[in-house]
T-cell receptor
Framework: DTGVSQDPRHKITKRGQNVTFRCDPISEHNRLYWYRQTLGQGPEFLTYFQNEAQLEKSRLLSDRFSAERPKGSFSTLEIQRTEQGDSAMYLC?????????????FGPGTRLTVL | AQTVTQSQPEMSVQEAETVTLSCTYDTSESDYYLFWYKQPPSRQMILVIRQEAYKQQNATENRFSVNFQKAAKSFSLKISDSQLGDAAMYFCAYTGQGAQKLVFGQGTRLTINP
C-alpha cells in the first residue's frame, strides 16, 4: 500500500516528556501537512511543507512544537515538555501542489495521551 | 479568516434512504475548493467528493453528490441509497486557491439504521 503512513499509532507519555512522531507521505506528493484533532472536533491545521520548506505555521504551534522535513520526504513532529492539553490525534496528510487541489490524503494518525 | 460551519452534530437515516448533510462557509475569496471527508470510527479520513468554486456544475461520485450554492456559501452533501458502511463522521472542508491548509467544520456524525 502506498498511502500515507504514520508512526507510532499510539503514544502514552507522562507530562513533561518529549515525544516525536513520524509521517511518510505518498511518494510523489511534494506537500505535507500536520493537523491536530481532539475528540468530537474537526482537524485543526498546524503546519505544512512544500518539499523541505516549512511554508506556514499555525498559531496553535507553540514553541514547544517543532516539525521538520529534512529531505522533502518523511516528516517528524516533535513536542517538547508535553502537557495534558497536548492529548489529541495528530494527523498527517500529503498532496500535490500542481494541477489544482485534488484533495489531501490522510494517514491513520498518531493518538497521543499525556498523563 | 475562512470558517466552515456544520450545524447538524448528528444525523440518522434508514438504510437505502437518502440523507443530506449541511455545510456553510465564509470566505472573501472568489476561487476556492470545497471537500467532504468521511472518517469512520477509529479509521482514517477518506476524501469523498470535491468541488471547484469556479464550476457551476455540482460534483457527483456514485451515490454521493453535492448541492453547491456559491452565492449562499452553502455546500451540502447528499448520500443516496444509504448503506451501513456509510456510517461515519463527515467533515466539510475548505481551501483557498493556493490549495494550502484545509479548514474543517465541526463534523456531522451519521448513523445508518438497518
Amino acid at each position: 500500500d502506498t498511502g500515507v503512513s504514520q508512526d507510532p499509532r499510539h503514544k502514552i507519555t507522562k507530562r513533561g516528556q518529549n515525544v516525536t512522531f513520524r509521517c511518510d507521505p505518498i511518494s510523489e506528493h511534494n506537500r505535507l501537512y500536520w493537523y491536530r484533532q481532539t475528540l468530537g472536533q474537526g482537524p485543526e491545521f498546524l503546519t505544512y511543507f512544500q518539499n523541505e520548506a516549512q511554508l506556514e505555521k499555525s498559531r496553535l504551534l507553540s514553541d514547544r512544537f517543532s516539525a521538520e522535513r529534512p529531505k522533502g520526504s518523511f516528516s517528524t513532529l516533535e513536542i517538547q515538555r508535553t502537557e495534558q492539553g497536548d492529548s489529541a490525534m495528530y494527523l498527517c496528510a500529503s498532496s500535490l501542489s500542481t494541477g489544482g487541489p485534488s484533495g489531501q490524503f490522510f494517514g491513520p494518525g498518531t493518538r497521543l495521551t499525556v498523563l | 479568516a475562512q470558517t466552515v460551519t456544520q450545524s447538524q452534530p448528528e444525523m440518522s437515516v434508514q438504510e437505502a434512504e437518502t440523507v443530506t448533510l449541511s455545510c456553510t462557509y465564509d470566505t472573501s475569496e472568489s476561487d476556492y475548493y470545497l471537500f467532504w471527508y468521511k472518517q469512520p470510527p477509529s479509521r482514517q479520513m477518506i476524501l469523498v467528493i470535491r468541488q471547484e468554486a469556479y464550476k457551476q456544475q455540482n460534483a457527483t461520485e456514485n451515490r454521493f453528490s453535492v448541492n453547491f450554492q456559491k452565492a449562499a456559501k452553502s455546500f451540502s452533501l447528499k448520500i443516496s441509497d444509504s448503506q451501513l458502511g456509510d456510517a461515519a463522521m463527515y467533515f466539510c472542508a475548505y481551501t483557498g486557491q493556493g490549495a494550502q491548509k484545509l479548514v474543517f467544520g465541526q463534523g456531522t456524525r451519521l448513523t445508518i439504521n438497518p
